[in-house]
């Protein structure tokens, strides 16, 4: 679900995303606690950005589908995403390219300094008003809530303003045949600019993209310079992106 929420938090989430209209008094007694509690939690899930305020309960402030991706594979997106962080360092200009995985990125960049990051994941949002350490460039374009990212022309013309040291990309799909693939035409298309405007790119993905083929292709194998994903990819895949040159980190 949500980086940093309690259990708590998150059942109360996943109960709105069941029932929008369940109750104070139905949350309350699904986790064994007062109402006034609930209340309480709500208040502070509002003031967060999480759920929006309804009369008697509330809403999930985002996407059903990325709440629902997010929960895929949890531990091993928080593990990438802390190996893809220890590659930047104090002073770095990189770009993040949105998803359920590269979002994860900052939680792990506190304590860095002057990191410049540029961006079409709104769901960078929190860590742009907490970590004073990031400098933070939001592109504009259409925003697709499904995925929390901006995508379209506007969002291309701008991120072809910039060059980074590293641009780290996400994935939908990745095969020995069909290389880098997303299911978007649009998500495809920011992927392909951000690495036109990098000079090494790193992949994240967790196991459960490898091995299939997303419905627009990105790049071939051969153009990543690093990939990191978890234990659990499987071996056939591992040895394809070895045999690409690719450097593979499993975590």
């Known amino acids: ?26 949350l309350a007694k699904h986790f064994g606690v007062s109402e006034v509690t609930i209340r309480t939690d709500l208040n502070d899930m509002a003031e967060q950005g999480l759920i929006v305020r309804t009369r008697g309960g509330g809403l999930p402030a985002f996407h059903p589908s990325i709440l629902e991706r997010q929960g895929v594979n949890r531990e091993g997106k928080l593990r990438i995403a802390k190996a ?44 742009a008003r907490t970590n004073m350490g990031l400098k933070i460039t939001f592109t504009g374009g259409e925003f697709r809530p499904e995925n929390e990212v901006m995508v379209g022309p506007a969002a291309l013309r701008e991120l072809m303003q910039f060059h980074v040291s590293t641009a780290f990309l996400g994935a939908d799909g990745i095969m020995p045949d069909k290389g880098v693939t997303a299911d978007s035409v649009e998500v495809a298309e920011v992927v392909r600019t951000m690495a036109a405007q990098a000079e090494r790119l790193v992949v994240l993905a967790d196991s459960s993209k490898t091995l299939r083929a997303g419905f627009a292709y990105i790049m071939p194998l051969e153009r990543v310079h690093t990939f990191i994903t978890d234990t659990g990819i499987h071996a056939e895949m591992a040895s394809a992106i070895r045999k690409a040159g690719v450097q593979l980190i499993t975590v």
């Open 84 to 127: 893809a962080a220890e590659m930047i360092h104090s002073g770095d200009q990189i770009m993040l390219v949105g998803g359920t995985t590269t979002s994860l990125i900052p939680r792990f960049l506190y304590g860095k300094r002057d990191i410049k990051v540029v961006t079409n994941s709104t769901y960078l949002l929190p860590y």
């Open 1 to 26: 679900m949500i980086d940093n929420l309690s259990s708590r938090e998150e059942g109360i989430i996943q109960k709105f995303m069941e029932n929008p209209r369940i109750s104070v008094a139905e």
